[in-house]
């Protein structure tokens, strides 16, 4: 029997223990749920770098009792330099994914906390040294390399070894670092405890920003203090759809999570009866090529958006869209999918609120440009741009096409749910999969998370688009879907190609209740 963790005065669900417990610490301090994802996040920074940094971007969804829920899209815009005649001249028919060259977006994730401080009703009930303390005490004295980072590491050494100053923290001996080794990274310690000592602000317009870039100048990189300097996140309204058992919010371009909507709201109208049958797969793998479909012709900077996307959610376009979906037979899926490496984290706290927060670098350790001073390494985040036209084609400011998308459902029974994962292109089915498990068909949070899943399309540099099934599935389920015609290939089970997911549910009665994969290395804990 697998049992989440529930309480009653507030609950944080992480890919790492340490920041699920930093979170944990915050509330049972008096801080709220905005405040514990701060702590939250800035833990997950230090232990989790192959799948965020500081140098990344961060969205958040938060839903406050009694309103609606409120989106923060920290999406770092271009450089003013950036653009496609600019990576013409350096010698670039296509957009670069490591190096100087590939750190070409503001990293927006702080200046997110930030802006979600400013939402804490009645102001900040804890100072940024209260917030930053376990960041700071797990890089200073080192943390446990976990078997993931090791992995990861030793995986993509040969594209980030020479890249500008990642060696020299990720790979302090010369080699990648094995499972269970201590990794300390002092420069990240000072980073944070100048953000708590001058304020979050310091990182765009203080002494942060200024040695961030003169490193970046120096590099080779487009990014120059003025791009730091104008950047702010921005309070956003979520897109939504009006599903059977309640509404679903996700965040708005740039991120795909008009494509976590399309996929629910398709695979809605197919009134499927029944959890992990044939149905329930074939219909959800379906909805989501006919999401992705749409996606990648359209989605991007939603300043060059036509039509914009909230239209993509009418029920004229959904309906076309659901008439396009063969019930039995597997369409053919040549498509060119986007990798990503993040993380996903839920909090909650006894006054009700809810957090669903997502913070990522891209691909693993980003771009890998890391500047020794300050121990912060920057994404490639701006690799997701075109150098042709369309609306997400590179340009000065522009935001690039995103694949964070924190999921929110408001349930019709009166729970809000706050779910998500990272895996790049297997977010939205990710999310579709512990959604339909566990609002529809009703099975336990912790269960829909833990079950057998699946990932369409290619991932983490896999040479396959096939529809890759964990090998826990009932082998003639298996045997069904390649009959319909879907290219299946089996993936060790609980792999890490299926996503880190978490969950998160706060019921009418008040209890809160958390759940974490079993595929990564976090925690579900509640007070």
């Known amino acids: 029997m697998l049992h989440s963790a529930k309480g ?4 944080v669900t992480a890919p790492h223990a340490a920041a699920a417990l930093a979170g944990r610490d915050i509330l049972a301090k008096g801080g709220t749920a905005i405040e514990a994802m701060v702590a939250a996040a800035a833990t997950i920074a230090v232990v989790y770098p192959h799948m965020n940094s500081i140098g990344g971007d961060g969205f958040w969804i938060i839903q406050k009792p009694g309103k609606p829920p409120v989106g923060i899209s920290a999406c770092g815009r271009a450089a003013e330099l950036a653009t496609p005649d600019w990576y013409a001249d350096h010698g670039h028919s296509e957009m670069p994914t490591r190096g100087a060259h590939a750190a070409l977006t503001v990293p927006g994730t702080i200046a997110g906390w930030a802006k979600a401080l400013e939402l804490v009703d009645g102001g900040r009930r804890l100072g940024l040294g209260d917030l ?22 030793e995986a993509k050494m040969d594209g980030l070894k020479d890249v500008p100053g990642f060696a020299g923290v990720f790979m302090p001996n010369g080699t990648p670092p094995r499972e269970n080794d201590v990794l300390k990274q002092p420069a990240l310690a000072n980073t944070f405890e100048t953000l708590a000592r001058e304020g979050l602000d310091a990182y765009y317009r203080g002494s942060i920003a200024k040695t961030h870039a003169a490193f970046l100048a120096a590099s080779g990189s487009p990014l120059r203090l003025s791009d730091l300097e104008r950047f702010h996140a921005e309070i956003v309204t979520p897109l939504s759809v009006e599903l059977s058992v309640g509404t679903v919010f996700n965040m708005p371009p740039p991120t795909q999570g008009v494509s976590s909507l399309m996929i629910l709201a398709l695979f809605d109208r197919l009134k499927v009866a029944q959890a992990e049958g044939f149905d329930h797969l074939h219909g959800l793998i379906e909805a989501t090529k006919q999401a992705f ?56 706290d006894r006054d009700g609120t809810v957090v669903s927060f997502i913070q990522s670098v891209y691909w693993e350790f980003g771009s890998g440009l890391t500047c020794p001073d300050t121990g912060v390494f920057f994404q490639n985040r701006g690799a997701g741009f075109s150098l042709t036209p369309g609306p997400n084609q590179l340009g000065p400011f522009r935001r690039p096409f995103h694949t964070l998308n924190p999921a929110l459902a408001q349930l019709k029974d009166g729970r809000v749910m706050a779910y998500g994962t990272m895996g790049g292109e297997g977010q939205p ?20 998370i833990t079950a057998p899943r699946w990932l369409l399309g290619r991932t983490w540099g896999d040479a396959t688009t096939s529809l890759k099934l964990e090998d826990r599935f009932a082998p003639d389920l298996v045997a069904k879907l390649t009959a319909s015609g879907h290219v299946v290939e089996m993936i ?32 579900a804990v509640t007070l």
């Open 132 to 153: 930053l303390a376990d960041a700071i005490a797990h890089a200073r004295d080192g943390m446990v390399v976990t078997r993931s980072q090791a992995a990861y590491t």
């Open 8 to 11: 009653l005065n507030g609950c």
């Open 293 to 348: 479909i749409m996606r990648n012709a359209g989605l991007g900077d939603p300043d060059f958006m036509d039509p914009p996307a909230a239209d993509w959610l009418s029920d004229a376009t959904l309906d076309g869209l659901h008439a396009n979906i063969d019930r039995r037979r597997a369409q053919a899926w040549p498509h060119e999918p986007k990798p990503g490496d993040t993380i996903w984290m839920g909090a909650a």
């Open 492 to 523: 060790e089970p609980f792999s890490d190609t299926a996503g880190h997911a978490g969950a998160l549910v706060r019921h009418p009665s008040g209890v809160m209740e958390g759940a974490s994969d079993p595929r990564a290395d976090g925690a």
């Open 429 to 448: 089915q990710t999310q579709a999969a512990i959604f339909t498990r566990s609002a529809m068909f009703g099975q336990g949070l912790q269960a829909a």
